[in-house]
């Protein structure tokens, strides 16, 4: 267990609905990373969070947005959402803003119908 | 350009054999820091070593080890006397100041270990 919780596990949604993916870090852990991985795919960064900002964006699309907040957990919102979204959605987080080691939750995997 | 390649996309061996897993990088920074992560059929990441560019001394954790030679810019991972439950799709990386820190991915390799 890395100390990363993510709800929902499972989430099956239908095209056009907007979902949202939640984060709870490593207690003391200030950065939270979201990132994408489709079948038989590598892992896809798609924006990076430290201590409540926003520290680098991957390739999120414009459909997809997230925040952290002050209790440092953070969202993930996926709108708009399309057959090709379908995918596992891990959050991970570490202690500061570079260098470290990521640590990540058991994920969710989104599947869009 | 890769800045991170796992040139092996599958491995399959018999168990109780030695099998190397290989991981090339390219990066201008002077310091950084390297990655491998074991991705098992469950689906979960897990954190198995960093090891930054200061320290090229060989780590040997249990039937795992890694040899890190930067003057071939390569961090490759060793499984001694493979088991099954070593199956999984392994992942290097790479975090350097030029990429902003954020964790560069290679493709990943599928170790398939058979009884």
């Known amino acids: 267990d890395s100390g990363v919780t993510q709800t929902p596990k499972h989430l099956i949604t239908a095209t056009g609905q907007r979902v949202t993916l939640r984060c709870s870090p490593r207690?003391?852990?200030?950065?939270v990373y979201w990132y994408q991985q489709s079948l038989d795919q590598g892992l896809q960064f798609l924006i990076h969070?430290?201590?409540?900002?926003?520290?680098a964006k991957g390739n999120i699309l414009e459909r997809f947005s997230a925040q952290q907040f002050p209790d440092l957990h953070s969202e993930l919102n996926l709108s708009s959402l399309e057959l090709g979204d379908s995918a596992l959605y891990f959050c991970?987080?570490?202690?500061?803003?570079?260098?470290?080691?990521?640590?990540f939750g058991p994920g969710t995997r989104l599947t869009v119908t | 350009a890769q800045k991170v390649t796992q040139a092996q996309t599958e491995i399959s061996v018999v168990e109780k054999e030695d099998v190397t897993l290989d991981c090339v990088y390219e990066?201008?920074?002077?310091?950084?820091?390297l990655f491998w992560y074991k991705q098992p059929p469950s689906g979960e990441l897990v954190f198995l070593i960093r090891?930054?560019?200061?320290d090229e001394q060989n780590e040997i954790s249990g039937r795992y080890s890694w040899n890190f030679q930067k003057s071939t810019s390569s961090f490759n991972f060793t499984i001694t006397a493979s088991q099954v439950v070593d199956s999984a799709v392994y992942f290097c990386?790479?975090?350097?100041?030029?990429?902003?820190?954020?964790?560069?991915w290679g493709a990943g390799t599928k170790l398939i270990i058979k009884p």
């Open positions: 991970a987080s570490s202690p500061s803003d570079r260098f470290d080691e990521q640590y």
């Open positions: 207690s003391g852990d200030l950065s």
């Open positions: 969070y430290y201590n409540g900002e926003e520290r």
């Open positions: 990066t201008r920074d002077t310091t950084y820091y």
């Open positions: 090891r930054n560019s200061f």
């Open positions: 990386a790479l975090s350097e100041l030029g990429s902003n820190y954020q964790l560069i």
